[in-house]
């Protein structure tokens, strides 16, 4: 009796593809290293431009959460925007000669997610830097978790990872690298407009802010800071003035559980339809 | 083991065929018409059956104008070709088919599904590469494993692209069932890919890409193709006096929408021509002059809007695509490779991704040497792809494809941007992989500068704004034909007056 072989496992091919997309990051140090060097940055500016009022009042603490997003976001969108239109006219060939698209997504997106990890944690180190320079720290205990610094970890991880999701999206999308330049700008900008931070959402466009990153992202960072329980800025000379509590920001569990599973899924989902997209390579044409 | 041999003769159209459980071929030579029939007193067909469901004329196979038919001649129980019912000839029309390589006729009743024992399978074959049809019996066996390595499988066809392990029969009970054991080409039975396990009937056709096998019940008759170092031999030997044909096209027009995307815009018309195994051969013409829609239209990546056919070794590829392509490599005018890799790295990167998974870590880097050291990028293997020359480049570009073992390779102006030296380098590594190792390269090329390296070339001229063919044959011939001494000015001879040398 002879041993049945598996089909050519979509497994393998993957470990190929994800063995590649390792060895592309490491050899291209200047870009791995700009990767690694934008998340300190941005947790530098944090501390140094909004640390000092951070975890003392509401606005402080919500103007320092609003950067940490922004990076976030940013950091995410850049990361994966050019991966796969640069490479699309290689994976045309290697489709063409029976590569599994699935396989190809994966294993970029098991890069960038590694890759989120490590920034993620960079950018996290903010709020240890607000309290080594400040003295301001973060509430007692997590929502979830017993750490609220791991707490915070994981809201910026899971929002930098959705929003390099989109990027990856974005990329498999368009055709063209500088395409993908272009439209990096302005998915960064219609993030933050609709983020709810900037301007009050009201109709339409509450119902829109939905579907920005920046928003649950702010929902997740302001429940573990607790910034509904921060007074205001103005309290501290009229202390009678009231601070309302913003549903944005309901400092419970599972306020913050169904934001994680939000922006899980909005990752999951960009994946999935960057990989859909994708399949579109076979009709490129020189 | 009960092995018996059957040797198909060379240059010829051939049928193999399975007539009341014996197995014979008949070489299709010297005449254009051969009658098939039940042989019964008086009468004495060219091709005689013994088969009791056979008519006595029951068809004719005809050849015209180098082309193959198969007409159906009036017979009680018809014809099938490839599955598809063809006759008995009804109110007076005559039922013919054109025959391409690989075909299969089958005189049976009408449900194939359960074949008579005294039914006849044929099998039309006209690719003459290198092929010995044999006889495998399976009395007295309950497993039989088809694929590349002669260890492990009772039925070893030693080709890169079949997979170590490729395929199995399983005796369950009395009845046959073939399944695919997860190769990367994939197998096939009576043209239809072999998803987990199908049973076999009697007179199945199972493919292996170019390889071909007929279930008999009690075993297999299937072409033997030599191994690969026979092949190069035999290309080697063959390339220097005309060779066998690997592809041939009768391209009739290509359209595709046009700017407006209501019209139509025909590209191409009437493109005949075709590929010897082992050949060098460059596609030449001015700027849309349809080289590329040429090229793609032959190599199969681009069938949208072609009309006509492109026969691989006589098969029709557009219609055995999915089998066929991993037969064909093709290279397009960038460098479609990893800047960031090294020259290694990304051809091992390659065969992993296109060559059988069981082929094993050490196959793959002989394979990657072997790719390595016929492009000369040994030497250059641990250096980044980004640090190479425009000329390096290019190689690991064609490396990509060759590491896979296709064995026609397309090329879309793989000089452009090189220096003469790197371009006449290129051309020389292009010629020896002809012509030392058997494959068969077609090139879209502008500078005509070392054309004396290329067997065949062929000329595309805008005719009308429409892509013709204008010439095929040597360089020499060419010369002769558009009466220059250098080839590049065929180009403006062709552009003074194009319709006076396009053909068909």
Redesign the interface.
């Known amino acids: 009796?002879?041993k049945?072989?598996?089909?050519?496992?979509g497994f393998?091919?993957w470990r190929?593809?994800a063995?590649?997309a390792r060895?592309?990051l490491f050899?291209?140090k200047k870009n791995l290293l700009v990767s690694l060097i934008f998340p300190v940055c941005a947790a530098l500016i944090t501390v140094w431009i909004a640390g000092e009022n951070m975890f003392v009042h509401y606005e402080g603490t919500k103007s320092a959460c609003f950067v940490l997003v922004s990076a976030a976001i940013w950091c995410g969108l850049f990361n994966s925007i050019q991966i796969v239109v640069r490479?699309r006219?290689?994976i045309?060939?290697?489709y063409?000669?029976?590569?599994r698209l699935r396989c190809y997504t994966a294993s970029r997106a098991e890069l960038q997610l590694v890759l989120c990890l490590i920034q993620s944690a960079l950018l996290t180190a903010a709020f240890l830097g607000v309290e080594k320079k400040f003295g301001n720290t973060l509430p007692g205990q997590g929502l979830i978790l017993e750490n609220p610094l791991l707490e915070c970890y994981v809201s910026i991880f899971l929002l930098m990872f959705a929003a390099d999701a989109t990027g990856l999206l974005v990329s498999c999308l368009v055709r063209k690298t500088e395409t993908a330049n272009v439209l990096a700008p302005y998915i960064l900008i219609v993030q933050l407009i609709f983020s709810g931070i900037l301007f009050p959402m009201k109709d339409q466009a509450e119902t829109v802010s939905y579907a920005m990153l920046s928003r649950w992202g702010m929902e997740a960072l302001g429940s573990t800071c607790l910034l509904n329980d921060l007074p205001l800025k103005i309290q501290a000379t009229v202390p009678t003035v009231p601070h309302e509590a913003e549903d944005m920001f309901l400092s419970t569990a599972q306020h913050l559980q169904d934001v994680w599973v939000i922006l899980g899924a909005f990752a999951l989902g960009c994946i999935f339809l960057g990989n859909l997209a994708l399949h579109r390579v076979a009709r490129d044409t020189? | 083991m009960d092995t018996v041999l059957f040797t198909t003769p060379k240059r010829e159209a051939t049928l193999v065929i399975l007539d009341q459980g014996k197995v014979r071929t008949v070489a299709l030579k010297d005449r254009e018409r051969w009658t098939l029939g039940r042989a019964a007193g008086t009468i004495t067909p060219d091709i005689p059956l013994q088969s009791t469901i056979a008519s006595r004329q029951h068809g004719e196979f005809l050849c015209h104008d180098g082309r193959w038919y198969y007409k159906e001649g009036g017979s009680v129980n018809g014809t099938f070709h490839n599955g598809r019912f063809m006759g008995p000839e009804t109110g007076g029309k005559t039922r013919m088919t054109i025959l391409n390589s690989g075909d299969t006729l089958r005189i049976d009743y009408k449900d194939l599904t359960r074949p008579d024992e005294r039914g006849v399978w044929m099998l039309f074959t006209t690719d003459l590469g290198a092929v010995t049809w044999r006889y495998r019996d399976l009395k007295g066996q309950s497993l039989c494993r088809i694929g590349r390595e002669e260890g492990q499988c009772e039925l070893v066809f030693p080709l890169p692209y079949v997979s170590a392990c490729h395929a199995e029969l399983r005796k369950k009970g009395n009845q046959w069932h073939l399944s695919d054991q997860g190769s990367t080409a994939g197998t096939w039975v009576n043209g239809i890919r072999v998803i987990s396990s199908v049973l076999l009937r009697e007179k199945d056709h199972i493919s292996i890409c170019d390889c071909h096998m007929i279930f008999t019940g009690q075993g297999l008759i299937y072409s033997a193709r030599t191994d690969q170092r026979t092949r190069q031999e035999k290309s080697q030997s063959q390339s220097r006096s005309g060779g066998d044909v690997v592809l041939e096209a009768n391209i009739q027009s290509k359209v595709v929408k046009d700017q407006s995307g209501h019209g139509q815009k025909e590209l191409i018309r009437n493109v005949k021509l075709s590929v010897g195994s082992g050949q060098l051969v460059a596609l030449l013409g001015g700027s849309g002059a349809g080289k590329t829609t040429v090229m793609n239209a032959l190599n199969g990546m681009d069938q949208l809007g072609v009309k006509g056919q492109v026969l691989y070794r006589g098969e029709d590829l557009y219609r055995n695509f999915e089998r066929l392509k991993y037969l064909i490599g093709s290279v397009p005018q960038e460098n479609v490779v990893h800047d960031m890799l090294t020259v290694e790295e990304e051809l091992r990167d390659a065969a992993l991704l296109r060559l059988p998974k069981d082929m094993g870590s050490r196959g793959i880097q002989r394979q990657v040497e072997d790719t390595m050291a016929a492009l000369n990028l040994t030497q250059k293997r641990k250096t980044q792809i980004r640090k190479l020359s425009g000329g390096e480049r290019k190689r690991v570009n064609i490396g990509v494809e060759l590491v896979a073992d296709r064995e026609l390779l397309c090329l879309d102006e793989p000089d452009a941007g090189l220096d003469p030296l790197a371009k006449k380098d290129l051309f020389t590594t292009l010629r020896d992989l002809a012509h030392d190792r058997g494959k068969s390269i077609l090139v879209i090329i502008h500078d005509v500068s070392e054309i004396d390296l290329f067997d065949q070339v062929i000329m595309m001229a805008k005719v009308d704004g429409v892509g013709r063919l204008a010439f095929e044959g040597s360089p020499a011939a060419a010369r002769t034909y558009f009466g220059v001494e250098d080839l590049s000015e065929a180009y403006v001879v062709i552009s003074k007056d194009p319709k006076r040398y396009v053909r068909g």
Do not use: F, P
Not at chain 1, 96 to 99: E, F, M, V, Y
């Open positions: 009796m002879s049945r072989r598996e089909r050519i496992s393998r091919e190929v593809l063995r590649q060895r592309i050899s291209d490479e006219a290689n045309k060939r290697d063409t000669a029976g590569l020189r």
